[in-house]
């Protein structure tokens, strides 16, 4: 994901419009809480090659770094190791830890079904992600990236007059194939859509767009560009910008201002971030961004607190796995679960206490996924394995645990 940098003019805005108006109340009805999902890591061990997200075409995954871990364009390191999202058992693992979290679902970060890029093989892996959400009960959206038409029009897979009657029927497929899916996520009876933008499409092509649509969904955008994309709401998102550390005062105003538009009437998707770190300028490719501190996991109880104090009926959690960028909440060497567990405990509290899993749950998908590793073409194992993974999806950990004990004796 590239980051739409915002303004500097925006800073002051934002606390302006705090002032003005304060933070909105809260409603009596636990939001959707949803973790943006980032389909597109490969691995030479699944794939054949190491994909560009891991190497950013200045690290190399083959060598091996003092700590035993690979070298990787992150600064974080994932416990499932740099994994493939097209491994069926790294799949299984994740959902399972988000299902055991509390968390209800994804928005997958999606470039639509072309093959360009790396988009076909999103797409694909986005195909083999949403099997497993259904059967663990959680749903999806999508969050589409509009640039991929520019990189489309740049690179001469399409034409610039192309470009709309491109997106057009891709918006087409997905109202056909996933819109109306009882797994996919509504919001005020309609399909939840956000675009990470927009990034190309202007305001009266946005327009052309949706016309003629059998089933138009509910549209966000990031909140300094909804006009542009005639967008029906706003979501947050990491403000950085400029290059420059963002203060605690910056992105909690940033924040009170997407909520207060709540008061006007607008919808708005809240959000919640565990801070940013991107790799960019380590890469080669660009400068950074910009960064906000983690304040040892601060930020995200704080921003976890703010949009379920802001009667947003979804909560989108940035990110579960975007290791370039920083905003990793999914257990890695670094963090281990304690961000994962910071999840549990709020929506548990938000629920009354009455939560359903406790913080060793969230352990025993990534034990699984271990040993599922370990045995990995022994068809004895694999039958048991498959019956410990029916216990957990089906929510009944005790006996999981129990089963995968005996065959850890």
């Known amino acids: 994901m590239n980051f739409v940098p915002i303004s500097a003019w925006l800073n002051v805005l934002l606390i302006a419009v705090f002032m003005a108006f304060g933070r909105g109340p809260a409603l009596g009805k636990s939001p959707e809480v949803l973790a943006h999902y980032i389909p597109w890591f490969a691995s030479k061990p699944v794939s054949g090659v190491w994909g560009w997200h891991w190497t950013m075409n200045s690290f190399n995954p083959e060598k091996i770094l003092e700590n035993g871990q690979r070298s990787a364009a992150s600064h974080d390191y994932p416990l499932l190791g740099l994994y493939d999202c097209a491994d069926a058992d790294v799949l299984e693992c994740q959902v399972l830890q988000m299902k055991f979290s509390g968390i209800n679902g994804v928005i997958i970060d999606w470039y639509g079904t072309k093959q360009f890029n790396d988009y076909g093989l ?30 489309m029009v740049q690179g001469g897979a399409l034409k610039a007059d192309e470009a709309v009657p491109h997106a057009k029927a891709v918006m087409e497929w997905v109202a056909q194939n996933w819109f109306a899916d009882p797994a996919y996520v509504q919001v005020e ?23 003629g649509q059998s089933v138009k969904p509910l549209f966000f955008a990031m909140p300094h560009l909804c006009k542009q994309a005639r ?70 109880r704080e921003t ?60 025993l ?19 048991r394995l498959e019956q410990i993974s029916a216990l957990l999806f089906e929510g009944r950990v005790r006996e999981g645990r129990q089963r995968l004990e005996e065959i850890l004796k």
């Open 122 to 151: 999103i797409h694909k892996n986005t195909l083999k992600l949403i099997p497993y959400l259904k059967k663990a009960g959680l749903k999806f959206a999508l969050c589409y990236e509009d640039q991929s038409l520019k990189h």
């Open 189 to 211: 009876k309609r399909p939840l859509l956000l675009v990470f933008g927009p990034q190309y499409l202007e305001e009266s092509q946005w327009a052309q767009l949706w016309a």
């Open 304 to 363: 976890l607190d703010l949009a379920f104090q802001s009667g947003a009926p979804v909560v989108q959690i940035a990110t579960w796995n975007d290791y370039g960028e920083g905003t990793v909440i999914e257990p890695t060497w670094r963090q281990g679960y304690t961000l994962l567990e910071e999840v549990q405990s709020r929506i548990s509290k938000e629920a009354g206490g009455v939560g359903g899993f406790a913080s060793a749950d969230l352990r």
């Open 365 to 383: 998908p990534q034990e699984l996924f271990e040993v599922r590793k370990r045995y990995s073409g022994n068809a004895v194992f694999a039958e």
């Open 231 to 300: 967008a029906d709401g706003a979501f947050g998102w990491p403000p950085v910008t400029g290059g420059k550390e963002i203060t605690p005062e910056v992105w909690r105003a940033y924040l009170d201002s997407l909520y207060a538009r709540m008061k006007q009437g607008e919808p708005v998707v809240a959000s919640a971030f565990p801070g940013f770190r991107d790799i960019y300028k380590e890469a080669g490719l660009h400068g950074s961004y910009g960064s906000i501190d983690e304040r040892e996991g601060a930020t995200f």
